[in-house]
Nanobody, 125 residues
Framework: QVQLVESGGGLVQFGGSLRLSCAVS????????VAWFRQTPGKGREAVACFTLTDGTTYYSASAKGRFTISRDSGKNTVYLQMNSLKPEDTAVYYC??????????????????WGQGTQVTVSS
């Protein structure tokens, strides 16, 4: 059974940093892509970053590029999202998602079958 559990969200000031963790289990990570999405009330789920575990390729949204880094600790079966220089507009519920494919683009949320429960990130001004 595929399970994803996020952690690491919280309240941070403008310009601060947070590291989100996504602990994965129930599948062979090397065959999957794991991505981070975020959602605010009334808006759709926005892709933030994606890590293709087959070859380590990463993709970022325009808003995340240069500030966020997605990475993997294979020994811990965990994918991280390091977020620096946070802004109030980064406030959202952040979700990790996984599926068995190797994208060559930043995927839309619709292609992922497996999701975590989400973790709240709030950036104060």
């Amino acid at each position: 059974q595929v399970q994803l559990v996020e952690s690491g969200g919280g309240l941070v000031q403008f310009g601060g940093s947070l590291r989100l963790s996504c602990a994965v289990s129930g599948f062979a990570m090397d065959d999957y892509a794991v991505a981070w999405f975020r959602q605010t009330p009334g808006k759709g789920r926005e892709a933030v970053a994606c890590f293709t575990l087959t070859d380590g390729t990463t993709y970022y949204s325009a808003s995340a590029k240069g500030r966020f880094t997605i990475s993997r600790d294979s020994g811990k079966n965990t994918v991280y999202l390091q977020m620096n220089s946070l802004k109030p507009e980064d406030t959202a519920v952040y979700y990790c998602a996984a599926d068995r494919f190797s994208p060559n683009y930043l995927p839309n949320w619709r292609v992922f079958d497996y999701w975590g429960q989400g973790t709240q990130v709030t950036v104060s001004s």
